[in-house]
């Protein structure tokens, strides 16, 4: 399985490269774009997505970050989750304007939080959560003010969404604890700490102790554990030590190392992405809490690599880019 999604994610990635190659600033956003269809197991049409971007950018005011590259991502998160995704254009925007008027800031991050908004709405009470959201970004800034950013608001939903007044508090223990065990402190650990936080069927000793093992398995393959990779530690973290194979991670990866140059890193956090959705798959989860964490965390991966490209590109499409 993981070999059919490879070969549909190389496949959508050089339709994409041609078509948007003088569109977007950074080739990362194409890779991106092309895993969200992949590991969604998602039909990809050009034409449709277009489309959908197209849509997505008539509804933006002059300055609006959805007038550059942010509404390829957005189409495509759109498109992987929704039989109509032009219909939820509009709905995009009614979300955006509710996170606004509750002092969300403009720009992409926000457009973000309100695609989750969005794709969950049928499970929650926007208006319950987007207040206790913005509380808990508050919080969150409160322990770690220099590195709570506009980033993080993603995460502040999705904790929001999962109704424990004991997030917070969670997400602090695993921050102190992982840090303990070699994680280096700063932005990218918080992004962990709030990932493993969504899991509250493990301890926090287990979340921990699978970190670590993943942190120290990379080292022994010659796999730098950088702090980009943070996050996408916190995902395979959320797989048994025995479902947790290296090896057959390492070898996705050097097959888009052969295809793809000069995307060493992106390439490795696509392997291991590919790798855990075909796990996810395969373990035929029905209960209801489990396939709900499941499907959050997934959400927060997609929520991950858009943060990682809107940190690495123009400026302009930051947080202060027009609403």
């Known amino acids: ?57 008539s509804h933006a005011s002059l300055f609006s970050s959805m007038r550059s590259y942010s509404r390829f991502t957005t189409a495509a998160m759109l498109d992987v ?27 992409v991050y926000t457009y973000l939080a309100a695609s989750i908004l969005l794709t969950n709405e ?20 409160k322990g770690h003010i220099f590195l709570t950013g506009h980033e993080d608001y993603p995460l502040a939903l999705f904790i929001a969404c999962e109704e424990n007044d004991g997030m917070v508090e969670r997400i602090e223990l695993l921050y102190e604890e992982l840090n303990n065990n070699g994680f280096s ?31 120290d398995t990379l080292r022994q393959h010659q796999i730098r554990p950088k702090a980009t990779y943070y996050p996408i530690i ?20 050097q097959t888009l190392n052969d295809e793809i140059r000069w995307q060493k890193e992106m390439n490795f956090i696509t392997a291991a992405s590919l790798y855990v959705h075909d796990k996810i798959e395969k373990t035929g989860v029905t209960e209801t809490s489990i396939s709900t964490t499941l499907e959050a965390i997934l959400q927060a991966q997609q929520a991950v690599m858009i943060s ?14 027009g609403n």
Do not use: C
């Open 1 to 57: 399985m993981e070999q059919i999604k490879l070969t549909k994610y190389l496949t959508i990635y050089q339709i994409l490269k041609k078509e948007l190659k003088w569109k977007v600033p950074d080739t990362k956003i194409i890779l991106t774009i092309a895993a969200f269809y992949a590991m969604n197991d998602k039909a990809f049409h050009l034409e449709r997505f277009l489309k959908i971007s197209d849509e997505i950018k």
């Open 122 to 141: 049928e499970d929650i009470q926007p208006s319950h959560v987007i207040p206790r959201a913005k509380e808990i970004y508050e919080e969150m800034k």
């Open 185 to 215: 402190k700063g932005n990218h650990l918080q992004f962990l700490s709030h990932i493993l936080a969504l899991n509250s069927d493990e301890t926090l000793q287990k979340l921990v102790e699978r970190s670590a093992y993943i942190y």
């Open 234 to 253: 916190g995902l395979l973290a959320y797989l048994t030590n025995e479902q947790f194979d290296i090896e057959t991670i390492l070898t996705i990866y």
């Open 308 to 321: 990682t490209i809107a940190a690495s590109a123009a400026a302009s499409s930051n947080s202060g880019g």
């Open 81 to 107: 989750n929704f039989d109509d995704p032009l219909k939820k254009v509009p709905e995009l925007y009614h979300y955006y304007g509710k996170l606004r008027e509750h002092k969300f800031p403009s720009g």
